[in-house]
């Protein structure tokens, strides 16, 4: 199985709503990620979880909000979006993190329309 | 802000012409990661490169790292309208802290029949 899902598949919330957006993998990686991507752009690197513990925080706002309940599952909470936080989220994951180059498999994501 | 710079931006062929997407980084890459965004879709890994002047072949795709392990180049032989979609180049730093990978922008490839 080297299949990374992610739902929902669309998302429209409003400014005050709360959501989460949930990602699993039954490969074994031990890395996991969380990416947005905006139209034409490449994927903009968010958190990085390894072996469950957050390891990269990218500046993110705190109205995203990261979780890693167990190996396979990642989430990620939203509260109080802003409308130019409308992007495509997207998860991945890799076998382990490290700068030897592990590939990310990357989920179908979750497109997000904050209204 | 991108620490990989990748050429062109766009590129439209018509079905049986070649394709090459250039990579180029001002520091030393520890390897290069090649995948492809089908539109609509995800990003699929295509390719590790991790040695200096690697070359690997995947069918009609050629990739290649720099001596240097500062460029890299993927090149389409002879495309078809399967190949469309955005190739992105992406690698981590040396140095860098572990986990972050920096994409290039990606060379969006139109395929005309």
């Known amino acids: 199985d080297t299949e990374v899902t992610q739902t929902p598949k669309h998302l429209v919330m409003g400014m005050t709503n709360k959501k989460s957006l949930k990602c699993e993998q039954h490969?074994?990686?031990?890395?996991m990620y969380w990416y947005k991507q905006k139209a034409k752009k490449p994927p903009e690197l968010m958190f990085v979880?390894?072996?469950?513990?957050?390891?990269i925080n990218e500046s993110v706002p705190s109205r995203f909000s990261p979780e890693c309940p167990n190996s396979s599952l990642l989430n990620l909470h939203l509260h109080a979006l802003q409308p130019e936080d409308s992007a495509l989220y997207l998860c991945?994951?890799?076998?382990?993190?490290?700068?030897?180059?592990?590939?990310?498999?990357f989920g179908p994501g979750t497109r997000l329309t904050v209204t | 802000g991108q620490q990989v710079m990748q050429i062109p931006q766009y590129q439209h062929v018509q079905e049986g012409e070649d394709f090459t997407t250039y990579c180029n980084s001002s520091?030393?890459?520890?390897?290069i990661q090649w995948y492809k965004q089908r539109p609509g879709g995800h990003p699929v890994f295509l390719i590790q490169?991790?040695?200096?002047?690697e070359v690997k072949k995947q069918k009609r795709l050629t990739f290649q790292f720099g001596e240097a392990k500062k460029n890299s180049s993927l090149h389409i032989t002879a495309t078809q309208t399967t190949d469309v979609g955005t190739y992105f180049c992406?690698?981590?730093?040396?140095?860098?802290?572990?986990?972050?990978?920096?994409f290039g922008r990606g060379t969006q490839l139109t395929v005309w029949p």
């Open positions: 490169l991790v040695k200096s002047g």
């Open positions: 979880y390894s072996y469950e513990k957050l390891s």
């Open positions: 490969m074994g990686h031990r890395a």
């Open positions: 991945a994951s890799s076998r382990f993190m490290g700068t030897s180059g592990y590939e990310q498999y």
């Open positions: 992406a690698g981590p730093h040396r140095g860098s802290t572990l986990g972050r990978l920096y």
């Open positions: 520091t030393t890459l520890s390897n």
